[in-house]
């Protein structure tokens, strides 16, 4: 019998809805669960109340405090 794969979740963050879009229908025809992010807060708040095996972000998006590595959703949300 074999047992199914553990499916991983991916966050994708990126201010362009098109980049959103495409990397999620990528990512999902590959057996990844992907879930979307707009703006860092609100990446921020999705890793409050989830966990993911990756988080892909634009590092550079309007209204983000900095454009710093070190200031990316992930860090903060530690």
């Given at each position: 019998?074999?047992?199914?794969?553990?499916?991983?979740?991916?966050?994708?963050?990126d201010?362009e809805?098109?980049?959103?879009?495409?990397?999620?229908?990528l990512?999902?025809a590959h057996g990844?669960?992907?879930?979307?992010?707009?703006?860092a807060?609100?990446?921020r708040?999705?890793l409050?109340?989830s966990?993911?095996g990756l988080?892909?972000?634009?590092v550079?998006?309007?209204?983000?405090a900095s454009?710093?590595r070190?200031?990316?959703?992930?860090?903060?949300a530690?």
């Amino acid at each position: 019998m074999l047992s199914a794969k553990p499916t991983q979740r991916v966050l994708i963050v990126d201010d362009e809805d098109q980049i959103r879009t495409l990397l999620a229908r990528l990512l999902g025809a590959h057996g990844y669960d992907c879930d979307t992010a707009e703006s860092a807060a609100e990446a921020r708040r999705m890793l409050k109340e989830s966990s993911y095996g990756l988080v892909l972000s634009d590092v550079n998006m309007p209204g983000d405090a900095s454009t710093d590595r070190h200031s990316s959703p992930t860090r903060r949300a530690r």
